[in-house]
Protein backbone atom coordinates (compact mmCIF):
# COMPACT_ATOMS: atom_id res chain seq x y z
CA UNK A 1 0.00 0.00 0.00
CA UNK A 2 1.86 3.24 -1.09
CA UNK A 3 -0.69 5.93 0.42
CA UNK A 4 0.39 9.13 -1.07
CA UNK A 5 2.80 9.38 -3.72
CA UNK A 6 3.98 12.63 -5.09
CA UNK A 7 6.41 13.21 -7.89
CA UNK A 8 9.35 14.86 -8.48
CA UNK A 9 10.55 14.79 -5.15
CA UNK A 10 12.82 17.83 -5.91
CA UNK A 11 12.96 20.45 -8.69
CA UNK A 12 14.54 23.19 -9.78
CA UNK A 13 12.88 25.61 -12.69
CA UNK A 14 13.98 28.57 -13.95
CA UNK A 15 11.54 31.96 -13.69
CA UNK A 16 8.87 31.58 -16.16
CA UNK A 17 8.85 27.75 -16.94
CA UNK A 18 6.14 25.20 -16.43
CA UNK A 19 5.77 21.99 -14.32
CA UNK A 20 3.02 19.90 -13.63
CA UNK A 21 3.20 18.24 -9.72
CA UNK A 22 1.71 15.23 -9.67
CA UNK A 23 -0.28 13.33 -6.96
CA UNK A 24 -1.61 9.95 -6.79
CA UNK A 25 -3.86 7.76 -3.50
CA UNK A 26 -4.50 4.90 -3.56
CA UNK A 27 -6.74 4.73 -0.56
CA UNK A 28 -9.88 5.60 -2.47
CA UNK A 29 -9.83 9.08 -0.89
CA UNK A 30 -12.51 11.08 -1.19
CA UNK A 31 -10.48 14.35 -0.76
CA UNK A 32 -7.38 15.04 -2.20
CA UNK A 33 -5.30 18.65 -1.17
CA UNK A 34 -2.13 20.71 -2.09
CA UNK A 35 -0.21 22.54 -0.01
CA UNK A 36 2.39 25.08 0.62
CA UNK A 37 4.97 24.77 3.57
CA UNK A 38 7.51 27.99 4.11
CA UNK A 39 9.43 28.58 7.17
CA UNK A 40 7.24 29.79 9.87
CA UNK A 41 3.94 30.25 7.50
CA UNK A 42 2.57 26.83 7.98
CA UNK A 43 1.14 24.95 5.75
CA UNK A 44 -0.82 26.81 3.48
CA UNK A 45 -3.97 25.32 0.97
CA UNK A 46 -3.21 25.77 -2.40
CA UNK A 47 -6.41 24.29 -3.88
CA UNK A 48 -8.75 21.63 -2.48
CA UNK A 49 -11.01 18.78 -4.31
CA UNK A 50 -13.45 17.80 -1.62
CA UNK A 51 -14.71 14.80 -4.05
CA UNK A 52 -14.05 13.86 -7.98
CA UNK A 53 -15.27 16.57 -10.36
CA UNK A 54 -14.62 19.37 -8.16
CA UNK A 55 -11.93 21.58 -6.88
CA UNK A 56 -11.98 25.03 -4.65
CA UNK A 57 -9.19 27.40 -4.25
CA UNK A 58 -7.41 27.57 -0.59
CA UNK A 59 -5.75 30.36 0.72
CA UNK A 60 -3.05 31.00 -1.68
CA UNK A 61 -4.51 29.86 -5.35
CA UNK A 62 -3.06 32.68 -7.74
CA UNK A 63 0.26 31.43 -9.56
CA UNK A 64 -1.40 27.67 -10.15
CA UNK A 65 -3.52 25.56 -11.46
CA UNK A 66 -5.13 21.65 -10.28
CA UNK A 67 -7.00 19.02 -12.18
CA UNK A 68 -8.77 15.97 -10.58
CA UNK A 69 -7.83 13.82 -13.29
CA UNK A 70 -9.90 11.13 -11.38
CA UNK A 71 -10.28 9.70 -7.93
CA UNK A 72 -7.21 8.58 -7.18
CA UNK A 73 -4.74 11.53 -9.11
CA UNK A 74 -4.95 15.45 -8.11
CA UNK A 75 -2.02 17.33 -9.81
CA UNK A 76 -0.79 20.87 -9.26
CA UNK A 77 0.49 23.18 -12.21
CA UNK A 78 2.25 26.15 -12.17
CA UNK A 79 2.39 28.08 -15.65
CA UNK A 80 5.22 30.48 -14.95
CA UNK A 81 7.21 30.14 -11.83
CA UNK A 82 8.57 32.82 -9.85
CA UNK A 83 11.21 32.84 -7.30
CA UNK A 84 8.19 33.58 -4.76
CA UNK A 85 6.67 29.96 -5.63
CA UNK A 86 10.14 28.44 -4.14
CA UNK A 87 8.78 26.10 -1.51
CA UNK A 88 8.27 22.54 -0.25
CA UNK A 89 4.52 21.32 -1.61
CA UNK A 90 2.60 18.19 -0.50
CA UNK A 91 0.02 16.73 -1.86
CA UNK A 92 -2.72 15.20 1.13
CA UNK A 93 -5.49 12.85 0.98
CA UNK A 94 -8.85 12.29 2.93
CA UNK A 95 -11.11 9.45 3.07
CA UNK A 96 -14.35 11.23 4.54
CA UNK A 97 -15.98 12.29 7.70
CA UNK A 98 -16.01 8.73 8.87
CA UNK A 99 -12.83 8.69 8.44
CA UNK A 100 -11.25 11.82 8.75
CA UNK A 101 -6.85 11.32 9.21
CA UNK A 102 -5.51 13.29 6.71
CA UNK A 103 -2.53 11.26 4.69
CA UNK A 104 0.49 12.81 2.91
CA UNK A 105 2.86 13.03 0.55
CA UNK A 106 6.43 13.07 1.05
CA UNK A 107 7.03 16.33 0.07
CA UNK A 108 8.33 18.14 -2.82
CA UNK A 109 11.09 20.76 -2.90
CA UNK A 110 10.46 23.28 -5.60
CA UNK A 111 13.54 25.69 -6.36
CA UNK A 112 12.46 28.58 -8.71
CA UNK A 113 15.86 30.62 -10.23
CA UNK B 1 -13.14 31.25 5.66
CA UNK B 2 -11.65 29.37 8.90
CA UNK B 3 -8.53 30.76 11.15
CA UNK B 4 -6.02 28.27 13.05
CA UNK B 5 -4.06 30.31 15.25
CA UNK B 6 -1.47 29.03 17.43
CA UNK B 7 0.45 31.63 19.26
CA UNK B 8 3.58 29.89 20.37
CA UNK B 9 6.43 29.91 17.47
CA UNK B 10 8.67 27.69 19.89
CA UNK B 11 8.62 26.26 23.27
CA UNK B 12 11.16 23.47 24.84
CA UNK B 13 10.58 20.96 27.39
CA UNK B 14 12.54 18.53 29.44
CA UNK B 15 12.72 15.00 28.88
CA UNK B 16 9.97 13.27 31.27
CA UNK B 17 7.62 16.34 32.23
CA UNK B 18 4.34 17.44 30.71
CA UNK B 19 3.97 20.11 27.88
CA UNK B 20 0.83 22.18 26.71
CA UNK B 21 0.73 23.35 23.07
CA UNK B 22 -2.23 26.28 22.46
CA UNK B 23 -4.46 26.48 19.50
CA UNK B 24 -7.57 28.62 19.08
CA UNK B 25 -9.52 28.52 16.07
CA UNK B 26 -12.28 31.02 14.42
CA UNK B 27 -15.68 29.69 12.56
CA UNK B 28 -19.03 29.89 12.66
CA UNK B 29 -19.39 26.54 11.83
CA UNK B 30 -20.96 23.93 13.76
CA UNK B 31 -19.75 20.42 12.52
CA UNK B 32 -16.08 20.25 12.39
CA UNK B 33 -13.14 18.35 13.19
CA UNK B 34 -9.65 19.34 15.04
CA UNK B 35 -6.46 18.13 14.35
CA UNK B 36 -3.13 18.15 15.89
CA UNK B 37 -0.31 16.65 13.05
CA UNK B 38 3.53 15.87 14.38
CA UNK B 39 6.18 16.93 11.75
CA UNK B 40 9.24 15.32 12.41
CA UNK B 41 12.77 16.61 10.61
CA UNK B 42 12.02 13.48 8.39
CA UNK B 43 9.11 16.16 6.81
CA UNK B 44 6.72 13.42 7.32
CA UNK B 45 3.52 14.61 8.68
CA UNK B 46 1.98 12.69 11.24
CA UNK B 47 -1.63 12.26 12.84
CA UNK B 48 -1.40 12.95 16.65
CA UNK B 49 -5.17 13.28 17.79
CA UNK B 50 -8.06 14.64 16.56
CA UNK B 51 -11.23 16.12 18.28
CA UNK B 52 -14.92 15.94 16.68
CA UNK B 53 -16.75 19.31 17.57
CA UNK B 54 -20.24 17.76 18.80
CA UNK B 55 -18.04 15.24 21.12
CA UNK B 56 -17.57 16.82 24.60
CA UNK B 57 -15.40 14.81 25.84
CA UNK B 58 -11.51 15.25 25.56
CA UNK B 59 -9.82 12.72 23.41
CA UNK B 60 -6.53 10.97 24.22
CA UNK B 61 -4.47 9.29 23.01
CA UNK B 62 -1.96 7.79 25.06
CA UNK B 63 0.47 10.58 26.52
CA UNK B 64 -1.16 12.98 24.37
CA UNK B 65 -4.04 14.46 25.37
CA UNK B 66 -6.29 17.77 24.28
CA UNK B 67 -8.46 20.30 26.34
CA UNK B 68 -11.08 21.29 23.54
CA UNK B 69 -12.74 24.24 24.39
CA UNK B 70 -15.61 24.71 22.15
CA UNK B 71 -17.29 27.92 23.56
CA UNK B 72 -13.82 29.47 23.59
CA UNK B 73 -12.73 28.10 20.46
CA UNK B 74 -9.71 26.51 22.02
CA UNK B 75 -8.04 23.14 21.46
CA UNK B 76 -5.01 22.54 22.99
CA UNK B 77 -2.37 19.80 22.96
CA UNK B 78 -1.01 18.32 25.97
CA UNK B 79 1.92 16.04 25.97
CA UNK B 80 2.95 13.71 29.21
CA UNK B 81 6.35 12.40 30.09
CA UNK B 82 8.02 14.31 27.14
CA UNK B 83 10.35 11.59 25.26
CA UNK B 84 12.99 12.64 22.79
CA UNK B 85 11.13 11.83 19.74
CA UNK B 86 8.59 14.32 20.31
CA UNK B 87 10.65 16.63 19.25
CA UNK B 88 9.20 18.28 15.82
CA UNK B 89 6.71 20.87 14.75
CA UNK B 90 3.06 20.65 15.87
CA UNK B 91 0.07 21.87 13.50
CA UNK B 92 -3.27 22.31 15.03
CA UNK B 93 -6.11 21.89 11.98
CA UNK B 94 -9.38 22.37 11.90
CA UNK B 95 -12.18 20.76 9.48
CA UNK B 96 -15.17 21.81 8.35
CA UNK B 97 -17.59 19.00 7.98
CA UNK B 98 -20.17 18.38 5.24
CA UNK B 99 -22.63 21.23 4.87
CA UNK B 100 -22.10 22.92 1.77
CA UNK B 101 -19.95 25.50 0.26
CA UNK B 102 -16.00 25.12 1.86
CA UNK B 103 -16.83 21.61 2.86
CA UNK B 104 -13.75 18.96 4.16
CA UNK B 105 -11.25 22.04 3.31
CA UNK B 106 -8.67 21.31 6.05
CA UNK B 107 -6.91 24.38 7.34
CA UNK B 108 -3.37 24.64 9.41
CA UNK B 109 -1.56 27.35 11.80
CA UNK B 110 1.51 28.21 11.69
CA UNK B 111 2.79 25.51 13.98
CA UNK B 112 4.92 25.14 17.10
CA UNK B 113 8.48 23.79 17.13
CA UNK B 114 8.75 21.52 20.29
CA UNK B 115 12.26 20.95 21.79
CA UNK B 116 12.35 18.07 23.99
CA UNK B 117 16.04 18.50 26.32
CA UNK B 118 17.67 15.79 27.47
Known amino acids: NAGVTQTPKFQVLKTGQSMTLQCAQDMNHNSMYWYRQDPGMGLRLIYYSASEGTTDKGEVPNGYNVSRLNKREFSLRLESAAPSQTSVYFC????????????FGQGTRLTVV | AQTVTQSQPEMSVQEAETVTLSCTYDTSESNYYLFWYKQPPSRQMILVIR??????QNATENRFSVNFQKAAKSFSLKISDSQLGDTAMYFC???????????????FGKGTKLSVIP
Open chain 1, 92 to 103: ASLASTVNTEAF
Open chain 2, 93 to 107: AFMKGWSGAGSYQLT
Open chain 2, 51 to 56: QEAYKQ
